[in-house]
Nanobody
Framework: EVRLVESGGGLVQAGGSLRLSCAAS????????IGWFRQAPGKEREGISC????????YYADSVKGRFTISTDNAKNTVYLEMNSLQLEDTAVYFC??????????????????WGQGTQVTVSS
């Protein structure tokens, strides 16, 4: 059974940093790509980054490029999202998702079968 558990969210001031974790079980990063999505109140879910370890490739949406970094720790079966220079508009619930055979590029929700429960990130002024 595939299971994803996010952690690391919280309250941070604008300009600050947070690192989100997505602990995965029941899958191997050699076979599954991991994506990060976020959903702000009243807005659609937005795909912001993904990583395909088997190809050594990453993708970032323009909204986070240069500020966020996705990485994996295979020993811990965990994917991280390092978020720097956080802005008010980064406030959202952040989700990680997993599936096989994901094209690397703009993320689509329906590509991903497995989802975590989400972690709240709130950026204050």
């Amino acid at each position: 059974e595939v299971r994803l558990v996010e952690s690391g969210g919280g309250l941070v001031q604008a300009g600050g940093s947070l690192r989100l974790s997505c602990a995965a079980s029941g899958l191997s990063f050699d076979d599954y790509a991991i994506g990060w999505f976020r959903q702000a109140p009243g807005k659609e879910r937005e795909g912001i980054s993904c990583i395909d370890s088997s190809r050594g490739k990453t993708y970032y949406a323009d909204s986070v490029k240069g500020r966020f970094t996705i990485s994996t720790d295979n020993a811990k079966n965990t994917v991280y999202l390092e978020m720097n220079s956080l802005q008010l508009e980064d406030t959202a619930v952040y989700f990680c998702a997993a599936d096989r055979g994901i094209p690397l590029g703009p993320l689509k929700e329906f590509w991903y079968e497995y989802w975590g429960q989400g972690t709240q990130v709130t950026v204050s002024s």
